[in-house]
Nanobody
Framework: QAQLVESGGGLVQAGGSLRLSCAAS????????MAWFRQDPGKEREFVAA????????YYADSVKGRFTISRDNAKNTVYLQMNSLKPEDTAKYYC?????????????????WGQGTQVTVSS
């Protein structure tokens, strides 16, 4: 199980950019599939992006494709979410998730380890 801590959220104007970071503890980070989900209060958790253990393959929700980029630096035990051209509908709490075998999944219950989340608010 990975121990995850997100950072980088904040308030930004529509059209702006943010980069989220997720730092993992331990020595097994390179083995994990990593993903980002987001959730507003009272709404269902929504898949955003995922990346395989080597960083060679990624996939995205249609709503963020072309605007968001997920990447990872295994030497730093960190995964990133670069968010460009932000829209008010991107406003949510963003969560980092990890699993040993969930690559290809868009379902949050397939991911075992979770961070505490970081808030992203996009104003119009």
């Amino acid at each position: 199980q990975a121990q995850l801590v997100e950072s980088g959220g904040g308030l930004v104007q529509a059209g702006g950019s943010l980069r989220l970071s997720c730092a993992a503890s331990g020595h097994t980070f390179r083995r994990y599939v990593m993903a980002w989900f987001r959730q507003d209060p009272g709404k269902e958790r929504e898949f955003v992006a995922a990346i395989n253990w080597s960083g060679s393959s990624t996939y995205y929700a249609d709503s963020v494709k072309g605007r968001f980029t997920i990447s990872r630096d295994n030497a730093k035990n960190t995964v990133y979410l670069q968010m460009n051209s932000l829209k008010p509908e991107d406003t949510a709490k963003y969560y980092c998730a990890a699993d040993l075998s969930a690559y290809g999944s868009r379902w949050w219950r397939d991911f075992i380890s979770w961070g505490q989340g970081t808030q992203v608010t996009v104003s119009s």
